[in-house]
Each structure stands twice: as C-alpha cells, then as structure tokens.
C-alpha cells in the first residue's frame, strides 16, 4: 500500500516548479461540467492570455507501429510545440518539437518513451533520426524522454505533433477535442488566470 501512495501522491512530479502549472478546461454551462476545448479556443488563448509562461495541448490517441519490429499498438499523445517546456520536462536527449512541425504539413516527427527507446532500439542513441512508421505514416524520432517521466493514464510511449492534423480539424470550433496544461506567471494566482481566460 506505502509504494502505491508513494507513487501516485508523496513522489513529487518530474517537472520543474509543478505547483505552477494548472490544467485548463472549459466549463459548460448548460450541462454543468467541465470538458475540453477546441484546438482554435487553445490558439486564441496562446496567442492572448498574459497570465502564464506558456500553454500547450494534448490529445490521446492510440497509434499503431508497424516498423520498426513487430507490429504493436501503442498509447499515443498528440501535443503542441512546447509541451515538454510548459511541463518542465527534460528530455534525455534530443528535443521536442518545432512550431513548423506543428502545423498541417509540418515534417512528421516523434518524441518516444524511455520504455520504447530502450525495447525497440536496445537503448541506442542512433535511435535518433531513424523512423518509426505510425498509422501508416513514417515519423523521424528527434527526442527520448528521460526514465523519470510520466505523463496520462495509462503513460504514452509515443508523441507526435498535434498541430499536423487536417486544417479541417484543427479549424472545428465545435470539436472540443484537446486539453490545455499552463504554466503560470511567477505571481499569477490561479484566480487571476481563471478571471482572464473567462474574459477572453
């Protein structure tokens, strides 16, 4: 029982500073709880919300790896650009991704798992710049997460850009479809930033 609540509630999160960082949702009115929102409300609130850092979205999706190996189906995430620094996250080597990977037609690219890296690729550094085929798309991996990270439930073993989505879907103000984790401003109350977001 002690491992258990020492997994899930005393260790402190792998992240920089996590009491700054706060999960952003919608609250429907009509129905009375809150949900995600829509990837072009995510944009407004990056481009205008001055209380925080930074923000960046997420999306679950499973993802099918066909290569390289044995085909297996993976937990995946679609995140934004700068999703492992509004976490605080550091990467055991390589990088995140790119605001021109982020966009519809931006060049496919792939963070992985420590888990992932090490079962796949015998924990090989060269890992890095070779391909992983996702649901029929071939993926340069250009970053490994370090053995400490955890993200979701269950965690994801692959994440690609979210961003690459048709321009259709990324377009769907009615598609609530993403969530949003912020890092707050050193001095911005939670308060503060829920009263800006609601005027926006």
Known sequence: IFSDLEAVV???????????????LVYNRALKYATYLSYPDFL????????FESLAAFSPQG?????????EHLNGQRVSAGFFRTLGAALAFGRGFSPEEDHPGGAPAA????????IRFAANPSALSRT????????????????EFRFGDPPADVYIPLGRRSAL???DRTDHDV?????LQPGV???QAQAELTAL
């Open 10 to 24: 005393l260790r402190p999160l792998p992240y920089r500073q996590p009491d700054r960082l706060a999960l952003v």
């Open 63 to 71: 993802l099918d790896l066909s290569h390289p190996g044995r085909p």
């Open 179 to 183: 969530a949003c984790i912020a890092r």
């Open 132 to 147: 992983l085929t996702l649901n029929g798309v071939d993926y340069t991996i250009v970053g490994v997460l370090g053995p």
């Open 169 to 171: 879907e990324n377009g």
């Open 44 to 51: 407004d609130w990056r481009q205008s919300a001055r209380s």
């Open 111 to 118: 963070v992985i798992s420590n888990r992932l890296w090490r």
């Open 189 to 191: 109350t939670v308060g």
